[in-house]
């Protein structure tokens, strides 16, 4: 069984010389299939800059990574992972299901299979009903759900999630990460998903990776043993509550020993 | 006045006629007011210089010349003359402005050598050396509606081409980086992302472009003995003024119709592509 | 999302405002401003000399009659030559479009004012002068000439102030309209009158708008004022000169009038950048650009 993600030692500098910034150092990490992985940390310790090395929208200046045992940027070539941003990034002059379309446009399937493709996400997602309306029509929360269905359109094995609730209000966000799982068990994806919030990140995952400030590393992780069904009755189990202060400790802990 | 009810096309219908029917009280009350405090300044009230409203109007459905077909319909002849002349440069300088454009965003080289001197070409005041440029052309033999298509071309290639890059550059870089993440060609993002981001820019300059364009063309006209153009008519009608004065409103008026009708092809042409998918309520 | 719609060439004008703040920030700046300065246009430089140098060098390679193509060295020999003749028609000319120029703006403030101030004017006039704004306005000369005489400098300072009027009118009242409307608020919260409001809110807000379309203006009052002179009038003004050179097939004396029109507009327009500074330091288009 080939690793999702393998990365040993790896570095990410930006600029040079005297304006270097050292933003992640030492990266090890091992990623399994079907895997739901938070990075968290506080703000500036790498964890999205994880993220986009993984995704080949930036190239690490140390160490090796491998994406299902390619390089990340083969990985892209081949479509293998989907993903979603903090801010939806709809193109507005396209209904939400030509949105849901666009990667299908690029991997070159015909029409008839893509309308077919985007009309299962949307279902996937249920906004169905709002295919023909323009994404200036949909609220915040609609509209990542849309980036979602776009994210899972071609399939892929992963799923590249960074911060995309952020923007939204509690409310929502709870309604949003319990969308995610269910999207999760029915696609059977690996889901990498970039956060600050611990909740979130303990109500969500298999596992939290616990990453220290600049230069990022990982520092610790925390296995989430809750039941893979997690509804809202999760959210008031005492498990819960004690695996946010197992998350929170070893951020303070991370937090500490760089100080 | 309570127009909450009404649609936005009611809305700029009604004013436009209000504004028309405020200006010709405007225009009659002067002449009425003038005359009776018997002021001269700034222009005479008399109907030489100053005809009354219907007359202008009843001047275009009368002939032109002895025997001749209606005024309006004359003039209606020329500003069609005087328009495909500025159309065919106009699609030309639209088309060629937008390829360069493209090439710029494309190219950061071919863009830091010869961008500035796209910027530096508005500061050439074309409209105006336009019957020179007309004169320049005749004497090359080149007929004259061609020159005077170059010129409108001139006048939309440099605003198109800046806007353009503007408007191909105008995407957010997560939509770039998304694109990225597809392993989408640079030809592919360039069409599905970046070109109608780029629409609404593009349409901006070429409103303004046309009505330089229109400009442009009824200059060129002006020098040259180029019978049956706006340019030429409105000349002519000026020394005819002392004799009927009409004549020459009468045409300036169409010439004004055909500006805004150049202008508002390109604004509906604009409705059909862009404003569709982005009107806010 | 900003309409574009009647912001007029507000892209071609910053990328103008580049092109002259690379040049006055040299002055204020060291060596590292000035490397990066010639780096920047160095390419476009050695393309203009290149153009300068092909362009001399093919028409005296073919012989090339002055009438087909004048040779750069004989438009720069026509400009000293001539240079008191053209400069002085230059100046006649800058009178009309700085005169039709300062009339245009003003009457376009005020009714911008009025228009920002009064919904039912605003609705009733901004329609129409987006209209009026895509007609050939230049058409009003031989109007104007007829009424105020052909001799008269009101018949063409007139064109200038109606063709200035209307980009004018429009930008800056869109810019007393476009106001964050957090800022209004915070107005009413302190029971501000109209008059603070538009003091303090609305025409700060404006100003951006405002001189960008002076900016255009200054372009558009030096064309109005050529266009206006060649529907006839007196001879000692630039539109006259060229066409008079032009007729005579004189076309380096032409050129280099030309050459001269658009010195007097670029130097309109940089006073205009100057004002800019001089009333919005704090803007961020102001601001040194990386």
């Known amino acids: ?259 | 006045m309570a127009t909450r009810g009404m649609s936005r096309a009611t809305r700029s219908g009604l004013s436009i006629i209000a504004v028309i029917v405020v200006f010709v009280a405007l225009w009659e009350g002067y002449k009425l007011v003038w005359t009776a405090l018997e002021l001269t300044w700034p222009v005479r009230p008399d109907n030489r210089t100053v005809p009354h409203t219907w007359d202008i109007v009843g001047a275009l459905f009368q002939p032109a010349q002895r025997n001749g077909p209606p005024l309006l319909w004359v003039e209606l002849k020329a500003a069609f003359l005087t328009l495909r002349e500025a159309l065919v440069g106009f699609l030309i300088g639209g088309i060629v402005g937008f390829g360069l454009g493209v090439l710029f965003v494309r190219s950061a080289t071919a863009e830091r050598a010869f961008m500035p001197y796209v910027v530096a070409s508005q500061t050439v005041p074309i409209i105006a050396i336009a019957p020179m440029v007309v004169v320049w052309g005749g004497r090359l033999a080149v007929p004259q509606w061609l020159t005077v298509s170059i010129i409108a071309a001139y006048l939309t290639f440099f605003p198109v081409v800046i806007n353009t890059v503007r408007g191909l550059r105008s995407p957010e870089a997560t939509s770039m980086e998304l694109m990225r993440s597809y392993a989408s060609t640079p030809g592919e993002t360039l069409w599905k992302v970046q070109v109608p981001a780029a629409l609404p820019y593009i349409f901006t300059a070429l409103k303004v472009s046309a009505a330089a364009s229109v400009i442009g063309a009824i200059v060129g006209e002006l020098p040259a003995g180029f019978r049956g153009g706006l340019g030429r008519d409105l000349l002519q009608f000026s020394q005819q003024f002392t004799a009927a004065p009409q004549k020459l409103f009468a045409a300036v008026i169409i010439a004004g119709l055909a500006g805004i009708a150049f202008v508002g092809s390109v604004t509906l042409a604009e409705h059909r592509f862009v404003a569709s998918a982005r009107r806010q309520t | 999302m900003t309409e574009r719609d009647d912001i007029i060439h507000e892209s071609h004008e910053t990328s103008v405002v580049t092109a002259f703040e690379g040049s006055a920030t040299v002055g204020l700046l060291g060596q590292s401003a000035i490397r990066r300065f010639t780096g920047r246009y160095t390419p476009a430089v050695l393309a203009f000399l290149t153009v300068i140098l092909v362009w001399e060098g093919l028409t005296r390679l073919f012989a090339v009659q002055s009438f087909i193509l004048p040779k750069p060295s004989e438009i720069m020999a026509s400009f000293i030559e001539t240079s008191s003749t053209i400069w002085g028609v230059g100046l006649n000319t800058l009178i009309e479009a700085a005169s039709g120029f300062l009339l245009g703006t003003t009457l376009a403030v005020a009714t911008s004012l009025a228009a920002a101030r009064w919904v039912g004017l605003r609705e009733g006039m901004l329609p129409m002068a987006v209209a009026l704004n895509a007609t050939p306005i230049a058409a009003l000369a031989p109007i104007f000439n007829n009424w105020f005489g052909l001799t008269n400098p009101f018949s063409k300072i007139g064109v200038v102030a109606v063709v200035v009027y209307f980009p004018v009118m429009i930008n800056t009242t869109r810019g007393l309209l476009e106001v964050d409307p957090a800022e209004l608020e915070l107005m009413r919260s302190v029971a501000a009158p109209p008059t603070e409001v538009m003091r303090r809110v609305q025409i700060p807000s404006a100003l951006p708008y405002f001189f960008a379309s002076m900016k255009v203006a200054t372009a558009l009052s030096l064309i109005a004022a050529i266009i206006a002179e060649y529907f006839g009038g007196p001879q000692d003004v630039l539109g006259q000169y060229i066409v008079n050179r032009a007729q005579l097939f004189q076309f380096p004396d032409a050129w280099a009038a030309i050459l001269v029109a658009s010195l007097i507009g670029m130097a309109f327009y940089a006073l205009i950048l100057l004002a800019e500074r001089v009333f919005m330091p704090w803007h961020v288009s102001m601001r040194r650009r990386e």
Request: net charge negative; glycine share 8%; proline share 5%.
């Open chain 1, 1 to 259: 069984m080939t690793a999702v993600v393998e990365a040993r030692g790896v570095g990410k500098v930006f600029g040079r010389d005297a304006d270097a910034v050292e933003a992640l150092k030492d990266i090890d990490l091992l990623l399994s299939p079907g895997d739901f992985a938070s990075l968290i940390g506080p703000s500036g310790c790498g964890k999205s800059t994880l993220l986009r090395l993984i995704g080949d929208l930036a190239v690490p200046s140390a160490g090796e990574l491998t994406v299902n045992g390619k390089t990340p940027g083969q990985a892209r070539l081949d479509r293998d992972y989907g993903m979603v941003f903090q801010s939806a990034t709809l193109l507005d002059w396209r209904t939400v299901k030509k949105n849901v379309e666009l990667p299908l446009e690029i991997m070159g399937f015909e029409s008839a299979s893509r309308a077919a493709k985007a009309n299962e996400m949307l279902s996937l997602v249920q906004l169905e009903r709002f295919a023909s309306h323009f994404p200036w029509q949909l609220s915040g929360g609609m509209q990542q759900r849309v980036a979602i269905a776009r994210a899972l359109a071609f399939n892929p094995s992963i799923l590249l999630m960074d911060e995309p609730f952020g923007a939204l209000d509690e409310m929502t966000r709870e309604l949003m990460q319990q969308e995610v799982l269910r999207i999760w068990e029915e696609t059977a994806t690996t889901v990498i998903f970039v956060t600050h919030s611990i909740p979130e990140a303990v109500f969500l995952s298999t596992r939290v990776l616990v990453m220290s400030p600049r230069p990022g590393r990982i520092g610790e992780e925390v296995t989430i043993d809750l039941p893979i069904r997690r509804d809202e009755d999760t959210r008031e189990a005492p498990r819960y509550f004690e695996l946010i202060t197992e998350v929170r400790e070893a951020l303070r802990r991370g937090d500490r020993s760089e100080a």
